[in-house]
């Protein structure tokens, strides 16, 4: 059986401020909009929130108009802002239940092509069991497998999988199985919470795989807090998600279950200190002992074509996709590695789709995992 992770970045259409090319606006735009949303959904505006709601109102270019290039405020009912003819803005919202509404990325269509390269990885990986991050609903995998998978041929996934997480941009995570693999029990973790607040950016679903002769296979997919934006908050919070799934991690291996896969975007390298409750022994409670999860990049053969890493130009600190296997099934792995033929390289590093020809036209800036597992 093969098993496979890939970070898709949205099927056929992603928020648009995820496609900007300078990156420093993209996290600008990204933490105001993270930080104006939380405001908002205060009970109470202060003196002192009403200053920073038109502060990041300005930043998101909502200051005149409820559209800007980025983004929309709704104000579906109520009003959070009085504009007035000499060009002044105010607040008059009180608080959370004197409006409803939001704000709001604007999406825009992924390429043809780009859609074409992603359905060419996963049929070329052929796998059994298939992990997505960053899908933008069941109903967009049901439709890429349908109408995208179909055409190239071959097997069609006969079971998709995706609940919708915390993060309203439509980047959630989930799981197609070939039919004689159907889905067993489905656990969410979406409302997992410490002091601290929500655990996991999107979630971590727990998808049981039938394997036939009543063996399971339990698959947890993952998409860690992005350390792209958020500073030093992100890496506190990707170390908390890493400390629940061991959590969850340790609880199943007591419940008996001995083949376990945590597999997707963790967004930090392996020696990192976030992820080293999962890779080493650096959380808290369970997490403090060392873990007995191994990447499959330790099994003899790993083929990663040359380069280390999984994202953009592959280096050893790009090194942020992940299959971790428990013991038992790090033991049955017979053969892994890594695709890369959807991925843009501008330098030659690696053999690309002959049309890919730009990198507009990516699959993904991730190449794709897989792990063959005699079971």
């Known amino acids: 059986m093969r098993l496979a992770s890939y970070n898709v970045e949205n099927l056929f259409d992603r928020a648009r401020v995820l496609a900007t090319s300078t990156w ?3 996290r600008r735009l990204l933490d105001a909009y993270t930080d104006l949303t939380k405001v908002l959904q205060q ?9 920073t709601i038109l502060r990041l109102l300005d ?6 108009s409820d559209e800007s290039e980025l983004f929309y405020l709704r104000q579906n009912r109520g009003r959070l802002v009085r504009r007035s003819r000499d060009g002044s803005v105010t607040v008059v919202a009180t608080g959370r239940g004197d409006w409803i509404g939001w704000v709001e990325m604007k999406r825009e269509s992924v390429s043809d092509l780009a859609v074409h390269h992603a359905a060419q990885v996963v049929h070329d990986l052929d796998a059994d069991v298939l992990a997505v991050v960053e899908a933008e609903d069941r109903w967009a995998l049901r439709h890429f497998n349908a109408d995208q998978l179909a055409p190239l041929g071959g097997r069609l996934f006969g079971h998709v999988m995706l609940i919708d997480g915390n993060d309203e941009r439509g980047i959630d995570v989930g799981i197609l199985t070939r039919g004689d693999h159907p889905l067993g029990p489905v656990v969410s973790h979406v409302d997992d919470s410490d002091l601290a607040g929500p655990i996991f950016s999107r979630d971590c679903p727990e998808y049981t795989v039938s394997l036939g002769g009543g063996g399971t296979l339990l698959v947890m997919v993952n998409h860690f807090k992005s350390k792209g934006y958020g500073g030093a908050g992100a890496t ?5 998600q890493a400390q629940r799934v061991r959590e969850i991690y340790e609880q199943r291996r ?3 279950h001995d083949l376990i896969a945590v597999v997707g ?4 390298t392996p020696d990192s200190d976030a992820l080293s409750p999962l890779l080493g022994s650096g959380g808290t409670g369970v997490a403090a002992s060392p873990s007995d999860l191994r990447d499959v990049s330790v099994v003899a053969g790993f083929d990663d074509g040359g380069w280390p890493g999984t994202y953009g130009t592959a280096s050893k600190g790009n090194k942020i996709d992940y299959i971790l296997c428990s013991p038992a099934l790090l033991d049955s792995v017979t053969a892994a590695g890594v695709r890369r033929e959807g991925v843009w390289t501008a330098s030659g590093r690696w053999p690309m789709y002959p049309t890919l020809t730009r990198a507009e036209d990516a699959a993904s ?3 794709a995992l897989w792990a063959d597992v005699d079971l």
Do not use: C, I
């Open 24 to 26: 420093s606006t993209n």
């Open 43 to 51: 009970q109470q505006y202060s003196t002192a929130d009403a200053r």
């Open 59 to 64: 930043t998101l270019g909502l200051t005149a």
């Open 236 to 240: 506190v919070r990707r170390k908390r």
């Open 254 to 256: 007591a419940e008996d």
């Open 265 to 268: 975007d963790l967004n930090d």
């Open 365 to 367: 800036d991730h190449a």
